[in-house]
DNA sequence: AAGACGATCCTG
DNA sequence: AGGATCGTCTTT
């Protein structure tokens, strides 16, 4: 059904954030689970965490055990426990030291990033996994989308304004 | 050492 | 509307 698609490199994820999780959109996130098994999953939603300034990025919290893998690198996984029960998949962005990453919220199939994480029995040890090196989880490049929609995040009232306000949830039609 | 609080989801 | 559930960060 669908081409082999190409490898995304680190490349990808070592650009403007905004631009990275317009571009995820559309993209084939494939998953080798444990069991042997491999599924590709469409992303259909993504929202951009946009580094140290920005009140609602986890980075904005400063140089932590917690946030230290945003501060690395673009093209790492950076995962962690919300509420004591659901692993959320984000992809770190930019160059060293940025602080950023696109939270991916949506797949074909499993709206929400809770869901989607335990779709992909996420856990701890994904903390840090190169995407272009992985064996269990990487992206593969797809035909590029056209239209997108974006919004207000989600669940960042604390951050305040302007942050709750700019529009960096990303979603297809 | 103890408390507060989540980038959520499910049930009633 | 409210509970589950626990790691991380903040405050004693």
Redesign the pocket.
Same mark, same amino acid.
């Given at each position: 059904m669908k081409p082999s698609g190409k490898r995304l490199s680190a490349d990808f994820f070592r650009r403007d954030t905004l631009t990275v999780a317009r571009e995820l959109l559309g993209k084939n996130l494939i998953r080798v689970f444990s069991s042997g098994e491999t599924r590709s999953y469409r992303i259909t939603e993504t929202?951009a965490?946009c580094g140290q300034d920005d009140l609602?990025?986890?980075?904005s #919290?400063?140089l932590? #055990?917690?946030?230290q893998v945003?501060f690395g690198p673009g093209g790492r996984i950076?995962v962690? *426990?919300?509420? %004591?029960?659901?692993w *959320?998949l984000?992809f770190v962005t930019g160059e060293a030291g940025d602080g950023s990453?696109v *939270?991916i919220?949506g797949l074909q199939g499993f709206?929400?990033? %809770?869901? *989607?994480g335990r779709e992909l029995q996420l856990d701890?040890s994904f903390y840090g996994e190169e995407l272009a090196l992985s064996s269990r989880l990487w992206l593969e490049d797809a035909v590029p989308v056209s239209d997108v929609k974006a919004s207000p995040?989600?669940?960042?009232h604390?951050a305040g304004e302007p942050w709750v306000s700019m529009p960096w949830r990303l979603k297809l039609p």
């Open positions: 929202e965490y609602a990025c986890h980075a #919290k400063g932590t #055990k917690r946030t945003m950076y962690y *426990l919300i509420y %004591g029960q659901y *959320l984000n990453a *939270l919220r709206d929400g990033p %809770g869901r *989607l701890r995040r989600v669940g960042i604390y």
